[in-house]
């Protein structure tokens, strides 16, 4: 299907959110039963539905439920942590959510094969229900769309190709729905980050790997440039993942590790790590970790590919990289999804420094997550 060329608001759909439906679904439910219910995931996306439905009419029993035995026993968000050996014996017949995400389909499974059949959060896919998470940072999305309609116009019109614009508005109704069935059509199947119709690699590379993790991203550009490129520059804060990478990549002269964040500038910032590849700077993170900019690691030197996929810390990090854009006009590979704002955000700064690059958007999941920005220069 053919989408037109300029932006409008008819573009937006009106159909309601999937999670604000299954959020009444239970408030009905538990009006009829007054069946407790419990929250199976005690984690962020946990703490932000318990907001939720200890404000239901009823005033229904809310519990938490995690299989973490640090967990087990205390009290989050004034909401009492039982196993799930108490869901069996005491709570059977209570009302389940499966409140995480990273474990999702575990916890399914293990509901299934203790028979605790009264999940409220169906795996059919004709209910097309999203992550939980992606609703928790975008459940005010249709505000923020409008507040800010004319960065989201300008963005949809200078993009590069039909695909995009298809991207960018089916990734708006995504975020306003919860409906997978905008984003499933839209996933690409080439290596992330790597796209062959956008991104060709030479054997004069220099590549700035942004949140290097483990060494994913450096394996998949070894492969793509048949391990013929000039130099690598790894960025990654978290010290456990840093030696990972050392022990892979140790044999390699031209890849050198930085233990630290990217940032517009040299300082010291507070770090949230995780073990699952979501760490990320973050003001009440829980420890800190020094960060630098890709101008001051370069030092006037010059860059032909740079991608980063920081947590929500990309936009700093091009402000950190401004002389090397506007100077070498690198290829750039942007993860634009962490923040409300980053898929018109950074594409606009892209074009401020830079009005001659070609943006593309092309996206590697069912999910809010792993939409990617990439920007290529004649």
């Known amino acids: ?49 318990s907001n939720y439905f200890k404000k239901m009419d009823g005033n229904p029993e809310v519990f938490f439920c995690d299989t973490n035995k640090k967990k087990i026993g205390q009290v989050i968000n004034d909401l009492k942590v039982i196993s799930l050996n108490e869901l069996k014996t005491s709570y059977r017949d209570s009302y389940i959510v499966v409140t995480s995400i990273n474990y999702f389909n575990e916890i399914h499974e293990l509901l299934k094969e203790n028979n605790l059949n009264q999940c409220l959060v169906s795996r059919s896919e004709d209910e097309m229900i999203g992550d939980l998470n992606c609703f928790t940072i975008f459940k005010n999305y249709s505000q923020v769309v ?6 989201f116009k300008c963005v949809y019109e200078f993009l590069a190709d039909e695909k995009s614009r298809k991207i960018l508005v089916d990734r708006i109704n995504y975020c306003k729905t919860s409906n997978k069935s905008y984003l499933i059509p839209q996933q690409s199947v080439t290596p992330q980050y790597f796209d062959p119709s956008l991104i060709k690699i030479s054997k004069n590379e220099v590549f700035i ?50 233990r630290c964040g990217l940032w517009s500038e040299i300082k010291r910032l507070k770090f949230n790590a995780t073990n699952d590849g979501a760490s990320g700077l973050n003001i009440s993170g829980n420890i800190e970790v020094p960060v630098t900019s890709i101008d001051s690691v370069l030092n006037r030197k010059p860059v032909t590919f740079i991608k980063l996929d920081i947590e929500g810390a990309e936009l700093e990090a091009l402000k950190g990289a401004e002389y090397s854009i506007k100077k070498f006009r690198p290829k750039l590979a942007i993860c634009i999804y962490h923040n409300p704002l980053d898929i018109v955000e950074i594409p606009l700064y892209i074009k401020k420094l830079y009005p001659e690059y070609k943006i593309f958007m092309r996206h590697y999941s069912d999910t809010a997550a792993e939409t990617i920005c990439y920007a290529i220069a004649d």
């Open 1 to 49: 299907m053919l989408v037109q060329k300029y932006f409008s608001r008819e573009l937006i759909t009106n159909e309601p959110n999937q999670c604000v439906k299954l959020i009444n679904k239970c408030s009905n439910l538990i009006k009829e039963s007054q069946k407790p219910i419990i929250l199976f995931g005690a984690g962020e996306v946990g703490i932000f539905f």
């Open 146 to 151: 409008y507040d800010n309609i004319q960065k």
């Open 209 to 258: 790997d942004g949140g290097a993790f483990t060494g994913d991203t450096v394996e998949e550009f070894l492969k793509q440039s048949k391990g013929q490129f000039k130099q690598i520059y790894s960025f990654e804060p978290e010290q456990s993942k840093c030696k990972e990478f050392s022990e892979k990549f140790n044999e390699f002269k031209n890849i050198e590790l930085f």
